[in-house]
């Protein structure tokens, strides 16, 4: 039996780490990935982690042909499909890219799938297709009515895989709906570099702490929130991928479709991440406490039992370790792989 899973989307933030969860549990990670918005060192860092360099194949989830040859040239037990776009903006300015990347490469690289009888699939979803949540924790049944074209692609393509599950009940399909990814992998090896000035609050804070930049603005500070900022559910990358594997295994061994939250079930604030970010890092952070983001959900937080009692796994590292392995990251490397 192969041992041998592709991941599509393996050069970026959470596909790297799960490359060296895949290592750790004995699976050989093959690399599909164009680098739109990774660097190919990852690859040396990936080495120096697990001791050897994982297969890159450079190449688009849309390229049709090219996942023909991949699929006839070797085995695969099964596929985790990261690749896609993920900045929320962009995708409001221009809609037909993120629906062309992120659902026709999903449904290309099924039917590839599909031709070539490898039917185990994990899927990266987000808690973005929950939209604006009636109440925290979130559990799977819960609405899905995301904001944004970013969020309708995830979760048009939950729909459609859910529908070739129910055409064709042999395939093994996890949807995986991760709340909010922070960290990096403990070595310092690897982790996130955003392009140009980061969106998301713990690269923000990191670059701030690192001196890249002068202060964190707070995206809002009167949110009916115990301290008045907003709350999100921070996951540890390593969780995460850690979360794929028991994902894979569970789904190897049985047929069927299963739809899980990936988070702690605790929810952090602002203040909490900046407070637990200056006592790891024994730095003060400057920040200014501004207006609110339009479109920011004051809290949310997930409902992860479903996944504990599926899979076994729980998201076990701490705040303070997301923002230890985080600084690790940003100190070792402030330009990324660069
Ligand atoms: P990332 O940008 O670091 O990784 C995505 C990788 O996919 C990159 O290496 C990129 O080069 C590659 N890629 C993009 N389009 C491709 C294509 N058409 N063909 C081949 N490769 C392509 O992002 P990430 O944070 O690691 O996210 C991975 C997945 O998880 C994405 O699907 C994202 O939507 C989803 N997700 C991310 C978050 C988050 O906050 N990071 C939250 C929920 C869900
Ligand atoms: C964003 C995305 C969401 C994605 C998630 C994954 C949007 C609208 N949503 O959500 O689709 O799944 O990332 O990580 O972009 N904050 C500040 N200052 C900053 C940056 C953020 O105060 O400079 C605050 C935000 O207001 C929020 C919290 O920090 O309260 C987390 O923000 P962020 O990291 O951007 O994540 P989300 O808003 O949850």
Redesign the pocket.
């Known amino acids: 039996m192969s041992r041998r899973v592709l991941v ?2 393996g ?5 790297s780490h799960t490359c060296v969860a895949l290592a750790a549990a004995g699976y050989t990670p093959v690399i ?7 660097d190919i060192r990852v690859l040396e860092r990936l080495r120096q982690i697990t001791g050897s360099t994982p297969q890159l194949i450079e ?4 390229d049709e042909a090219l996942l023909a040859r991949v699929f006839a040239d070797e085995p695969f037990a099964a596929v985790i499909h ?5 900045a929320v903006g962009d995708s409001v300015a221009d809609p037909l890219t993120y629906y062309d ?1 992120n659902v026709r ?1 999903s449904v290309a690289l099924a039917l590839a799938m599909q031709r070539a009888g490898v039917n185990t699939l994990v899927f ?5 297709v929950y939209g604006q949540p009636d109440h925290s924790p979130i559990p799977e049944d819960a609405p899905l009515r995301p904001a944004n074209p970013y969020g309708r692609s ?1 979760l048009m393509v939950e729909q459609a895989l859910s529908d070739l599950h129910r055409a064709q009940p042999g395939w093994r399909i996890a949807l995986l709906r ?1 709340f ?2 922070v960290g990096a992998h403990e070595s310092g090896l690897i982790g ?1 570099h955003p392009q140009g000035k980061p969106n ?1 609050l713990m690269p923000f804070v990191c670059q701030v702490a690192v001196g890249q930049r002068e202060k964190l603005q707070i995206h809002g500070g009167d949110y009916p929130t115990p301290d008045g900022t907003g709350v999100r559910d921070y996951v540890h990358v390593m969780d995460l991928a850690e979360g794929h594997v028991a994902a894979l295994m569970h789904a190897r061994t049985r047929a069927g479709l299963s739809i899980l939250n990936l988070g702690t079930g605790q929810g952090a604030s602002v203040l909490d991440v900046v407070r637990a970010f200056e006592r790891v890092s024994g730095r003060a952070l400057r920040f200014d406490i501004g207006p609110r983001r339009p479109g920011d959900v004051p809290a949310y937080w997930s409902d992860p039992s479903l996944a504990k009692a599926t899979l076994g796994w729980r998201a076990g590292r701490s705040l303070e370790q997301m923002c230890a392995d985080s600084w690790r990251w940003q100190q070792g490397n402030p330009r990324g792989y660069d």
């Open positions: 599509t989307g050069a970026g933030f959470i596909g599909f990935d164009n680098l739109c918005n990774s190449g688009d989830v849309r990261f690749a896609g776009l993920k990347n490469g990266s979803s987000s808690a973005t995830k991760y909010n990814p996130e998301n």
